[in-house]
């Protein structure tokens, strides 16, 4: 494994890590005890729904929304920082269900984005543009992360979670972006070689062409349907398929029990053998093909990412994935942000990348969907209107950065987008926190952690 990847994950648990200790200082400041969180007049847990009716502010956020849309799902990261802030600043919504409409949004880009990666091809081989082997590697720990992220953020104080927003966003878009920079020189030199002749003239003084460079462009050689097919891994689909079906049923089944009850832990446990058992399976298949192709002299990697399939390797992408998720659920986020730059990080191509980013991510979000529709936190025309909105985005925008990647030839693109929407989540959220933790600070609200079994 690379230093810079360790690095940049002991960058995330460093972060995450001070942000929480942090908060004994905060606590040992406030003065105010729990109940006073609780009064009528310090709440902010009233429903706030505005009407669908056209104006200015619905014009507004469906401009926002369709940016932001085509952005974070060409990146790889979703948008849930931008949505957020636009649907309570602008539409007017309250925070939680400005979040729940957020994943609905996600949801929907990340199912079009999708749709759109199946039917075209991989820029450099003969294989799916969405790496299963990493997808069914991290979909089960990212999902666990979530539902033990989605947990903690009831007992994580708000102001923890501002903090969390810009170190971990500012630490990751800033990561991505000396990434872009390393590839667009990258991509410059060997654009340089192109344009050149590059060979060797043999006997006769003929001159033979090195054909070794090839352009990472798509190439349309197989019609729609033929490539949809050959994207198409239905048996590890299948085992992705049932990992979701069984945390959304374990979810639904877990709001109707009393929280913190014998059956509530139950259930919840239940989550762990499942994604330990399915992140076991693809740990072990990797190793194993590792082996067997070192063995063999066999260099070219099984899967897009460049490391070494090792036990210790395997652990770390297990933290990661965890880490991502949790962070992902604690920040309302479909951990997308997390595992984006880290994909890039471990040698992933920026337009795989993107694709088993978003792909995962539609599964994560949708799970976060299914929840917040049973326990009613949107308003059902607005959500189907943004959602429709962010399809159309999602669609378009994956078609637009993959024709201006074929015009220049430059896939570090897809990188820069996933920087500039993760730093612009940072400024958003961020300020957006600030002004929130300000206000509740005027108002004397507790700020430290809360109680999780009262919160839930």
């Not at 908060?23 to 706030?48: E, G, I, M, T």
């Not at 543009?129 to 666990?144: E, G, T």
């Not at 050959?230 to 049923?249: E, H, M, Q, Y």
């Amino acid at each position: 494994m690379a230093t810079t990847t360790k690095g940049f994950v002991l960058y995330l648990l460093s972060g995450f890590s001070i942000s929480v200790l942090s908060v004994l200082f905060v606590n040992n400041y406030s003065a105010v005890n729990r109940q006073q969180l609780q009064s009528p007049d310090l709440s902010n847990n009233d429903r706030v729904w505005p009407e669908l009716e056209l104006n200015w502010r619905l014009v507004l956020a469906t401009v926002i929304g369709f940016l932001g849309s085509a952005c974070g799902t060409v990146g790889g990261v979703g948008g849930g920082g931008i949505f957020v802030p636009v649907l309570t600043l602008i539409v007017g919504f309250d925070t939680k269900s400005a979040a729940a409409i957020s994943k609905c949004m996600i949801m929907g880009a990340s199912a079009s984005s999708v749709w759109y990666n199946l039917r075209v091809p991989h820029p450099t081989k003969e294989v799916p543009i969405i790496d299963y082997d990493l997808a069914l590697l991290f979909q089960p720990m990212l999902m666990l992360g979530i539902t033990v992220g989605v947990a903690l953020s009831v007992v994580f104080p708000y102001w923890l979670i501002t903090v969390l927003i810009i170190v971990l966003f500012i630490g990751t878009s800033s990561r991505s972006f000396y990434r872009g920079i390393e590839m667009w020189k990258e991509e410059t030199i060997l654009k340089n070689e192109l344009t050149k002749p590059h060979g060797t003239v043999n006997s006769r003084g003929e001159l033979l062409i090195d054909t070794e460079y090839e352009p990472l462009i798509p190439k349309e050689e197989k019609s729609e349907l033929q490539m949809l097919c050959s994207n198409l891994r239905w048996k590890r689909l299948l085992v992705i398929v049932t990992v979701w079906l069984l945390f959304t049923v374990i979810q639904v089944i877990k709001n109707d029990v009393v929280p913190c009850s014998t059956t509530y832990w139950v259930l919840f446990c239940l989550q762990f053998p499942v994604s330990v058992l399915v992140f076991g399976y693809e740990a072990i298949k990797l190793c194993k093909d590792y082996k067997k192709r070192t063995s063999s002299g066999n260099t070219e990697t099984i899967c897009e990412a460049s490391i070494q399939w090792s036990p210790l390797n395997i652990a770390f992408c297990a933290l990661c994935g965890f880490l991502g998720g949790t962070v992902g659920g604690l920040l309302g986020s479909g951990g997308g942000f997390i595992l984006g730059p880290l994909l890039l990080e471990i040698g992933v191509i920026p337009q795989v990348a993107s694709a088993t980013a978003t792909f995962v991510m539609m599964f994560s979000s949708s799970l976060s969907v299914v929840e917040f529709y049973l326990l009613k936190r949107f308003p059902i025309p607005y959500a189907l209107y943004l959602m429709g909105v962010s399809i159309l985005a999602g669609f378009w925008g994956q078609y637009f950065v993959r024709k201006l990647i074929a015009i220049l030839k430059r896939a570090s693109l897809i990188v820069f987008i996933l920087s500039g929407v993760i730093f612009a989540s940072a400024l958003t959220m961020g300020v957006v926190g600030i002004e929130r933790s300000v206000r509740m600070t005027h108002n004397h609200e507790f700020m430290g952690f809360l109680d999780f079994c009262s919160s839930q």
